[in-house]
């Protein structure tokens, strides 16, 4: 490392204070594979740092070089010049310039652009290079390059730009030997020289623009034929009367495996937690102990991660549609039915990837350059059912709605009753925005500009990485704010003690404090111990379902095995049930959401509203849901 | 234009001809064949009213299937029109329409390599260079 003092650009210096490691930030336009060769370069070793008290909203990973080293590296949002205008921008832009709070300027930038489009995608290159920071021009997608019949000479584009080039496909990880080496600081190309080519100005586009064309063709680069097969597909998708059919077959597919495919994957990880409950409460000899780790913690627990392979089925499904460019073709599609609500396309991809969850959605707002329309989006993500609402779905529907078909073979009764609550929540979305759009926050329909990425495979890694990434967050969960509510509620259930004897639970802690409430949520049709769950279930709505199974657990140990559908069977009314699904489809019951919404929009103003909105919507149409199933059953 | 001339019958038979002649990967074959036929077809059809060159449309709107224009000027404002010339939009280039929505609007337009999606009143507002002066419209200075 010491040999070459200032004497290569594509080497790392060595680091000021040893105990720190390096930064590499990775930059690059949308659809460049950004994220790829992120996933690529950390594989498990990265987290999503962007759950509130978390303060970083980029993943961060860490990547193993020769010699045992560590680097960080940070994947920013894809931006196409450094020009600060949408927020995603400006994180990519404070980062480079080493403007963000809390991190320190990177020690060098993967520039990663896509080879099969070079010639526009090198328009980057022109402001990035200018930071002077030491860069390695990543070409991705080689293998798509090649296949159809491009090509780029690497060494010379390297002598154009002054910097190494390294020739990729981040997807099935070819030429990453140069990616490593630059990160270990080990190559040793051409002493630095300026670039041949000399930068433009970056303000003036055409400028960049001309340069870049330029470079390309002195870099001897040969434009791919057109990507066919995504014409042809687009061809199907976009069809106007096929694709909108393929779009709803999706949606109606997607509910349907739901119930079916995850169905015996939950019932073996329902048993193998019954029996893991048993064997451990047989160790117990404890009788309050005993109570605490069975009907406490593994009927409490254990009653939500149940829910973790629907849940995983569902981020697969959205993972496979978001990676393989379909997205894009949805949003088109849904466009002009957007904009007669007063949003634009652009609104429809976090809107979508709220039905996994509000957080991440509410983030990818921030593409979204119309100030008003934005918020407007952040308002009506949380509408989005969200995976947290699947566990008590899936619960209310499994013991009150019979299995029966109602469209043939193409749609069960049950499935038929979770797409409804969709489009419930789809529907209070759509009237949400349109008040909005058309009262405090109306501004003139704005523009819609995306780019269609060419259609490719998605990639098991990437998939997996999600998948298990998901897992991570939905576990830490159960393991932390559902557990300590599983234990704070048995504690509460068994208090207070007369004579050594735990109360019934009614008389309990738990059971004043329901009874307390039962007034206000009677008229829903609610009981008591559901009135505790929509307490605790203000910190997240999986909550109440394991709050439900440590407060039956305990009313009836017996019942435990029969499971926690047929005691809400024997405790509830259908109209109860169905008010309270309708509750949970309107109610904002997320302190992650709430703390998000306050981020991303600057104060305690809209959370606040948004909250009362939801939660008083919520309260009404269950109240009314309620009583017209008491009036027709 | 090789199949431009032929009626479905005979396409349906020309595709079962290569289908049974076409061994090796089968279903991707099929599939290909069947959509070159399609727009091989298609194309002829458009060609018959209309030049493939710019046909004096004023602006990306106008431009019908199969034509093609070179973008003049970004009639929006500032924002807008640095962000479309990011993606693509910059005078000088051409442009060519592709697939819509359901209704034709959004539409997709292909340059400088990729394809964008933009809305009737923003496409309507990228002026294309008038037929006479496609002499001089060499391709970005």
Redesign the interface.
Known sequence: MSDCHGCSVATLPPPAILSRRHIVAIVGPPNSGKSTLFNRLTGLRQKVANFPGVTVEHRMGKVKVEGGREVFAIDLPGV??L?P?TEDERVTHDVLLGQMKDLPKPDAVLLILDS??L??HL?LAAPVLSLGLPTLVILNMADDLKSRGGGVDVAELSMQLGSPVALVSASRGDGFDKVFQFLAGATHTAPRAAPLMQLPVIQD??KC??WA?NVGSKGKYQ?PAPPHW???L??VF?H??L??LIFIVVVIALFQSIFFWAKPVMDLVQTAITSLGAWVGSLIPNPTLHSLVVDGVFNGVGSVVVFLPQILLLFLFIGILEDSGYL?RAA??A??TM?RFGLQ?KSFIPLLSAYACAVPAIMATRTI?NKRDRIATILIAPFMTCSARLPVYTLMIAAFIPDRRLLGVFLGMRAGVLLGLYILGFLAAIFTARLLKSTVLKSK?S??????PPYRWPTFRSLGLRLIDRSKVFLRRAGTVILAVAIIIWVLAHLPVHNGQPPEIGQSVVGMIGHAVEPAIKPLGFNWKIGIGLITSLAAREVIVGTLGTIYGIEDPSAKSAGLQQALQQDLTLGGAVALMVFFAFAMQCMSTVAVVKRETGGWRWPIIQFAYMTGMAYVCAFLVNKAITLWF | MVYSGIGVRDQLQLAIEIMVLQEFDFAAFQ??TW?EM?MAVKKARQEKHHSPANTGAANLMELKHGESGILDRLD?PE??A???????F???HAITP??????G??R?FRV????????R??ARRLILRPENSNNNAAK??
């Open positions: 196409y010049s020009e205008r099969t489009n010639a526009r328009v586009i055409p623009r001309a064309a434009a995504t014409r042809r687009d061809a976009l106007p009367v694709g909108p894009a088109l599609i466009d002009r904009a396309g350059e329909r523009s819609f500009m995306l780019e269609m | 599939l290909d959509f399609q929006l924002d807008d640095r962000r479309l010339m990011e993606l693509g910059l005078p000088g592709g697939h819509s929505a359901p209704g609007d959004p997709v400088d390599g990729s394809e964008v999606a933009l809305r009143e923003t970005e200075s």
